[in-house]
């Protein structure tokens, strides 16, 4: 690499558990990068030990928060990879200097409101310059809305019905956006408008492939209402996901509870500063590497017309490894060819649903079954 040319992908947040997923990616798509965050140690540390990293082509740089600091990273690099979440927090200034440096902007984030936020205020400003603001290139999207789009190729349907569930640990960001979500509003989509979800409401769901039910949440109310919005076919849609795990589950309904039965009720001030507690109250830890036979994930989509029926499961497994190579094949897909659509858009309409599950597959994270 010469001096003057900069390195195409800028990993902002790449010390965390999603980050240095996409830099393994990343690599293995011959991509140079920068894995970019707020400590060098860390960023060192993390990316010391990223399998196979020794023929990566990347630099590491430390970057203070604001705008400016970030614009002049950014900027010669083609496309930002934000791994920084909650992105309902962080996601702001990032989105605001990948526009200004001219760069294409995706993120792992699943919070609708983040969604919902940059629909609304970045969207047009990125298809004005012809970038793509795709924010929910991750698994808690992507394998379902590839579902959602392969029920709509299979059947005359205008109603989805969406599940998202994951075994595993969720790391320290993961918690941190399950307490960020919980004031915000939930919307599911009916008859194309936005419904909010009752709040603190559990779910008992039906994962095929497993006799007893799941417990689930709206949690946020998920990307898809949003995705559908003004859908020509699609009028409603209905989120529910978590984990695989009735306990974390419970704990995280008691949660939702207590903050609707205890905080809300407080002034704006006091309901931030009761979340911010209740926030840093959580342990900070790595979970360990994801493993193909534990760490399962599963997606369904159950789509429904007047007469028209059709049911699409996609079988997975690690959902931050899916996350990770979402990420790095969007990026290395921007650098080689222009998105099919630009502005905010899923993952699914920039890549194609068809081409997004390939790339899954054909790296053994997921299998798509459809019943109709
Ligand atoms: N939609 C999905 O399917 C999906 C999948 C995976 C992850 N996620 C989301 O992605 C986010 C990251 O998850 P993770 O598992 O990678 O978490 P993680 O391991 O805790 O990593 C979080 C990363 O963000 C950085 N960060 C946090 N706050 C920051 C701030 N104020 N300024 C700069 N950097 C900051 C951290 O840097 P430090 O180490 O310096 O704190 C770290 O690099 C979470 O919001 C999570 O919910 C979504």
Sequence with gaps: MSMNSKRPVVIYGANGFSGRLVAEYLREYNVPFIAAGRSREKLEDVMNHVPGIETADYEIAEVGGSVDELVKLFTGARVVCNTAGPFLYNGPRVIAASLKAGCHYLDIGGEQAWLRAVAKEWGEKFAERNLLAAPATA???????????????????????????????????????????????????????????????????????????????????????????????????????????????????????????????????KQEQALAEMTSSVQGSTPPRENTREHRTIDVVMGRGSTDFVKCVVFGTCCYRQTGLLQAYAAHSLIHTPPRKVGFAPATAAFGHRELQKVLESHGLSKVKVYS
Excluded: C
Aim: proline residues 9%.
């Design 139 to 269: 698994f808690m999207s992507v394998p379902s809305d590839i579902a959602a789009h392969i029920s709509l190729e299979t059947a005359n349907i205008d109603t989805l019905e969406i599940l998202t569930m994951f075994k595993g640990i969720p790391t320290f960001g993961s918690t941190q956006t399950i307490f960020a979500v919980i004031p915000t509003e939930a919307y599911y989509l009916e008859q194309n408008q936005y419904k909010p979800w009752p709040r603190a409401t559990p779910y008992e769901v039906v994962v095929p492939g497993s006799i007893t039910t799941q417990l689930a949440l709206p949690w946020g109310g998920f990307p898809h209402p949003v995705w559908f919005k003004d859908h020509p076919q699609i009028a409603n849609v209905r989120s529910l996901g978590g984990l695989l795990d009735r306990q974390i589950m419970e704990t995280i309904f008691a949660t939702e509870k207590h903050f609707e039965e205890n905080i809300r009720p407080l002034s704006k001030e």
